[in-house]
Nanobody
Framework: QVQLAESGGGLVQAGGSLRLSCAAS????????MGWFRQAPGKEREFVAA????????YYAASVKGRFTISRDNAKNTVYLQMNSLKPEDTAVYYC????????????????WGQGTQVTVSS
């Protein structure tokens, strides 16, 4: 069983930056693909970014490509989401997820989820 704990959310002005972290425990972190998803009020959860088990492949939603960067440190059992040039439409609860496969981009492919961290971008 893998436990995931997100941190780093908060309130930021448009154009600002935040770095989210997700610490994993209880499993072999390096064998999991990791992803970030988000859910805004009244909207469905959507894919943001994903990274393969080795970190060699990354995937992004079109809405964040060029602004967000996903990375992982397998020695620290942690995945990160660097968010730059934030926009009010990025406001959402951001969730970290782990998949027992080499890479995954769809929510249904993920096996474990964190509790989420709130990101609010003011205009």
């Amino acid at each position: 069983q893998v436990q995931l704990a997100e941190s780093g959310g908060g309130l930021v002005q448009a154009g600002g930056s935040l770095r989210l972290s997700c610490a994993a425990s209880g499993g072999t972190f390096s064998s999991y693909a990791m992803g970030w998803f988000r859910q805004a009020p009244g909207k469905e959860r959507e894919f943001v970014a994903a990274i393969s088990w080795s970190g060699g492949s990354t995937y992004y939603a079109a809405s964040v490509k060029g602004r967000f960067t996903i990375s992982r440190d397998n020695a620290k059992n942690t995945v990160y989401l660097q968010m730059n040039s934030l926009k009010p439409e990025d406001t959402a609860v951001y969730y970290c997820a782990a998949a027992k496969r080499l890479h995954a981009v769809r929510g249904v492919e993920y096996d474990y989820w964190g509790q989420g961290t709130q990101v609010t971008v003011s205009s």
